[in-house]
């Protein structure tokens, strides 16, 4: 697995695909906090959100790395789809990893919060970070070249999943009753955020923790019925 | 003889197309299988399927060895890698579980033997055709396969490589891998082959190359290729641009020919060919 991993970096690496996504999180964090002083918790609720965006973006160029041939051959090596597509997952997770720490640590260095960073903020800001990520990732899995073969499909098709799930608040209130079930099927991005903001920040107990559980099984769901349907192709 | 891998009546489609058409065939412990057959004639779909990278839309395949190691050389090996050769194969192997000492030993050996030595510091994707298919070669073979699958592998490979690589195959069978290939143009794999298969359009027969008989390849121009195919006598026809390519027995030849003379087409070129392996055990 961990020769794996670093097969699947390396190659990253080399393809330069890792700049288009990288380069605009570094902006857009660096954008965000153009302005101070910021207050923590909705700050770091809002990089962890495009911190989403980013890892869905670059879990499909990294899943799309291998030439057809190149994943057949791999597959065989590896002797099975799980091993070759986890270890994957847990390339861009790692890639997602540095991104939350450069988000999480930008503005506590130079300085641009309008108060200070407690542990229990923190540890709790990072952990939506790297929730979001694994959602992110969750989700472009299924839209990867590994399931649709149609490029218009594939990047349009997570593109728009993408842009509901973050919309999912605003669909929710224009719903009508009879339909606001539906929002339980997008993914949960923004219901992190909600809990976040509505949260004082002084006990964890006062955080609500609901949404944070159903992003991690949202996320599992998403993987497990990936692997299951790539074995099918 | 044990059996290795068997595949009973196994067909294959694409979006309705149909590539495989019941195909029914058993590969041997220790056995050089070959599969002949034309351009889109479904032998590489056949060796996907073997090595389990594609399911068949029916039938049954049984392997006969638990976890069985198959080394796949594909016809075309990707040639837009970002790794050296030596930096692909050592994670190729690593990945495969081949101990460190033991790999680079290996890497090492192979890259010599291959000639590829002195490309070693060039990307695959900046190398040419030949040396490409020599990287592809190598990763089928780092771990010595239970069952070495080979697709077209001698394209662009130049005589030295294709020597090597058909030295390198007797030595797998010594040590007792089975072989199942492919090819179309070559030669150089014929003393070697044990049970040969023809396919066509996706059916497949059982060929004989020891029969050697005379055959004409008559080269024709503006004639119905639906009235040719109704002539018993035509064992296989191809089309190549404006000309119809028939394959006819040597004593049914002039009457071939006369036919296609009443019929107002054009002969361009008339021509005996001394193997026979492809028309021998034509389908029916």
């Excluded at chain 1, 994957?88 to 919060?113: D, R």
């Excluded at chain 1, 006990?203 to 299951?228: A, C, D, K, T």
């Excluded at chain 2, 662009?156 to 040590?175: C, T, W």
Aim: charged share 20%; glycine share 4%.
């Amino acid at each position: 697995m961990k020769e794996l991993i670093k097969y699947s970096l390396h190659d990253y690496i080399r393809s330069h695909r890792y700049f288009p996504p990288v380069s605009a999180f570094f902006i857009l964090v660096f954008v965000y906090y153009t302005y101070t002083s910021n207050p923590v918790i909705d700050s770091y609720a809002l990089t962890a959100v495009t911190l989403y965006v980013i890892s869905a973006w670059i879990c499909i160029s990294v899943l799309a790395l291998d030439p057809p041939v190149q994943k057949q051959l791999m597959l065989l090596h590896v002797k099975g789809s799980n091993r070759y597509y986890i270890a994957k997952f847990i390339s861009v997770w790692l890639i997602s990893l540095i991104l939350a720490v450069y988000a999480f640590l930008y503005p506590v260095v130079f300085n641009l919060f309008n108060e200070p960073v407690t542990f229990t903020i923190g540890v709790i800001s990072f952990m939506n970070h790297m929730l979001l990520a694994t959602l992110g990732i969750s989700v472009a899995s299924i839209f990867s070249n590994s399931l649709m073969k149609n490029l218009i499909n594939s990047y349009g098709g997570l593109a728009l999943l993408i842009v509901i799930s973050i919309a999912a608040l605003g669909i929710y209130d224009v719903l009508p009753a009879s339909f606001k079930n539906i929002v339980w099927v997008i993914p949960p991005a923004i219901g992190t955020q909600q809990s976040l903001t509505n949260w004082s920040g002084e006990s964890i107990l006062h955080l609500s923790i609901v949404p944070f559980i159903w992003v991690i099984i949202y996320s599992l769901i998403l993987l497990y019925v990936f692997l299951r349907l790539v074995k099918r192709f | 003889m044990n059996r290795l891998v068997e595949l009973e009546h196994i067909s294959k489609a694409y979006a309705n197309k149909s590539i495989l058409h019941d195909v029914s065939f058993t590969i041997f412990k220790n056995q050089v299988t070959a599969i002949l057959g034309g351009n889109g004639a479904g032998k590489s779909t056949i060796l996907r399927i073997v090595a389990g990278l594609e399911r068949p839309s029916s039938g049954k395949i049984t392997y006969f060895s638990k976890g069985l190691k198959i080394g796949y050389i594909p016809e075309r090996f990707p040639k837009h890698l970002r790794f050296t050769p030596g930096e692909y194969l050592s994670y190729v192997g690593k990945v495969s579980g081949i101990p460190d000492a033991e790999l680079k030993k290996t890497i090492a050996h192979f890259l010599q033997r291959f000639q590829l030595d002195k490309w070693n510091r060039q990307r695959i994707m900046n190398l040419s055709k030949g040396n490409i298919q020599k990287v592809g070669i190598i990763q089928a073979i780092l771990q010595t396969p239970e069952l070495l699958i080979l697709d077209e592998p001698v394209s662009g490979l130049d005589l030295h490589a294709q020597k090597e690589l058909l030295a390198v195959i007797k030595e797998l069978k010594e040590q007792g891998t089975s072989i199942l290939l492919t090819y179309h143009e070559s030669t150089v794999f014929k003393p070697i082959i044990e049970t040969a298969y023809y396919l066509d359009k996706g059916f497949i027969a059982k060929a004989d190359l020891t029969k050697r008989e005379p055959i004409k390849l008559l080269e024709v121009k503006q004639i119905d290729e639906s009235r040719v195919k109704q002539w018993d006598e035509v064992l296989y026809t191809e089309r190549k641009a404006d000309r119809l390519l028939l394959y006819v027995h040597v004593e049914h030849s002039d009457r071939i020919l006369f036919r296609v003379l009443q019929l107002k087409g054009s002969i361009d070129r008339v021509i005996t060919i001394d193997h026979t392996e492809k028309f021998n055990n034509k389908y029916i």
